[in-house]
């Protein structure tokens, strides 16, 4: 669901977006720290909210750090 917003804000095009890896921290709704492979070399982290249900609001793209590899640690940022 936040591919999109990926794309539009890194200005690249991914035709893998695939998650790896997550870490879950509750906050008032919850954020979603995310391994994605976006080509066969290349991965970011991700950090994702999503609010509460009755907030009726989908995912929200926070933040993003590129040039990551499968081994580095997801950590919080």
Do not use: W
């Amino acid at each position: 669901q936040v591919k999109p917003q990926f794309e539009s804000r890194a200005n690249m095009n991914c035709g893998v977006f695939t998650a790896i890896e997550y870490k879950v921290q509750v906050v008032a709704g919850t954020m979603y720290y995310i391994k994605v492979q976006v080509s066969d070399v290349e991965y970011v982290h991700l950090k994702v909210f999503q609010s509460l249900p009755y907030e009726n609001q989908g995912p929200n793209l926070v933040s993003f750090q590129t040039g990551k590899t499968r081994d580095d640690p997801l950590t919080y940022f």
